[in-house]
């Protein structure tokens, strides 16, 4: 089946470092895959998207390249701030014909002033 | 902007009562679903449906029923509410497109039960 893994947190950085998170995932034929985003107290949202290999999905100084040879989407961002702090989300779909979202676990992510 | 809509916020009650958790949305989406969020915040998949009267459950094992009478409407409902069912719950709705079936979540209902 489908399946997503991330890496697990806490990451813990300092504002203005750079972030990566790292996504890699199993599914079959070409799915969509995503980066959401769920700050304190709220419901997901997306982050960015990219819907076919070497598309890069950009939003808010995030990016992701999905990379079908490494079967990858990480995530990056150059200069984080305090208000980047939050849980963030891998997820595909599409895969095989199958429009049920699969979701990495989640990798929170805390950055200090 | 997404619209959709979680009802309520936050609910504390005791073991044995009847709950509903509403969720509505605004867009005019054909797919709801439900998930519960456990305190490690991984995403389990409870219910999901295509359209009005479709359901159909998720990967994870749950006691709840849910009901798609309206587009726009999706109760989950607890016939008998347990301590193991605290948790955080989340709906969310999406328009299926070839590929781009971006998901749309509501804020989410935080659940206690006593």
């Known amino acids: 089946g489908n399946s997503v893994t991330q890496m697990e947190g806490p990451v813990t950085l300092s504002e203005e470092a750079f972030l990566t998170i790292n996504c890699t995932y199993t599914?079959?034929?070409?799915?969509?895959l995503f980066w959401y985003v769920q700050y304190p107290g709220e419901g997901l949202q997306l982050l960015l998207k990219?819907?076919?290999?070497?598309d890069k999905g950009s939003n808010k100084g995030f990016e992701a390249t999905y990379r079908k040879e490494t079967t990858s989407f990480h995530l990056e961002k150059g200069s984080v701030q305090v208000s980047d702090s939050a849980v963030y989300f891998c997820?595909?779909?599409?895969?095989?014909?199958?429009?049920?979202?699969?979701f990495g676990r989640g990798t929170s992510l805390i950055v200090h002033p | 902007e997404a619209d959709i809509y979680q009802t309520p916020r936050y609910l504390v009650i005791g073991t044995g009562k009847k709950i509903t958790l509403e969720c509505s949305q605004t867009?005019?989406?054909?797919?709801m679903y439900w998930y519960q969020q456990d305190p490690g915040m991984e995403l389990h998949l409870i219910h999901y449906?295509?359209?009005?009267?479709?359901?159909e459950k998720g990967d994870l094992s749950s006691e709840s029923t849910v009901s798609r009478i309206r587009t726009e409407h999706f109760p989950l409902t607890l016939e008998s509410a347990r301590p193991s069912h605290t948790s955080q719950y989340l709906c969310?709705?999406?328009?299926?497109?070839?590929?781009?079936?971006?998901?749309?979540f509501g804020p989410g209902t935080r659940l206690t039960v006593l």
């Open positions: 969310a709705s999406s328009q299926p497109t070839t590929g781009t079936d971006t998901q749309y």
């Open positions: 599914a079959t034929g070409y799915p969509s």
């Open positions: 990219a819907t076919k290999a070497d």
């Open positions: 997820a595909l779909n599409g895969a095989g014909g199958s429009y049920i979202p699969t």
């Open positions: 867009m005019g989406h054909d797919k």
């Open positions: 449906s295509y359209g009005v009267n479709s359901t």
